[in-house]
């Protein structure tokens, strides 16, 4: 029964997350790695200054999701910050991914949308194993 549940969640979750991501597919395919092993689209509704106090919430939050080893079902949000320097980030790792791997691909989509999308105060990075938006 429990698993039944969760599947369900995951389903869900899924469902939702296509959902947040199918209009930024539609609006522009983004940018991919060479073999298209991660995509990413950096959003032009607004920029932050190189060394700000959002930038520092971002990348803070960004790295507390690709160092979170007491999180066990990949599925990472959270916040950081306050009024125009708060930042909103969910993250996704497949069901069936360890723990290992999961933080592995967390990691180098949160390096490429920071050298990507380097003062896009929006953006988005989907890869087969993983998610990531903010």
Same mark, same amino acid.
């Given at each position: ?8 969640? $995951? ?22 790695? &060479?073999? =298209?092993?991660?995509? !990413? %689209? ?21 790295? @507390? $999701? ?8 990949? $599925? ?24 290992? @791997? ?18 896009? %105060? &929006? =953006?988005?990075? !989907? ?8």
């Amino acid at each position: 029964m429990g698993s039944s549940r969760s599947m369900l969640f $995951f389903i869900n979750l899924a469902i939702i997350i296509l959902n947040l991501v199918a209009p930024t597919i539609a609006q522009d395919d983004g940018m991919c790695t &060479e073999k =298209a092993e991660y995509c !990413w %689209k950096c959003s032009n509704t607004g920029t932050y200054t190189a060394g700000d106090k959002y930038q520092e919430n971002l990348s803070s939050l960004l790295s @507390s $999701f690709s160092s979170n080893t007491q999180n066990n079902s990949g $599925f990472y949000n959270s916040s950081r910050g306050q009024d125009s320097n708060k930042v909103n980030a969910i993250a996704l790792c497949r069901g069936d991914l360890s723990q290992d @791997s999961c933080q592995a691909c967390l990691n180098k989509s949160t390096d490429i949308l920071l050298q990507n999308c380097s003062t896009q %105060k &929006e =953006a988005i990075i !989907w890869a087969e194993p993983c998610m990531v938006r903010y």
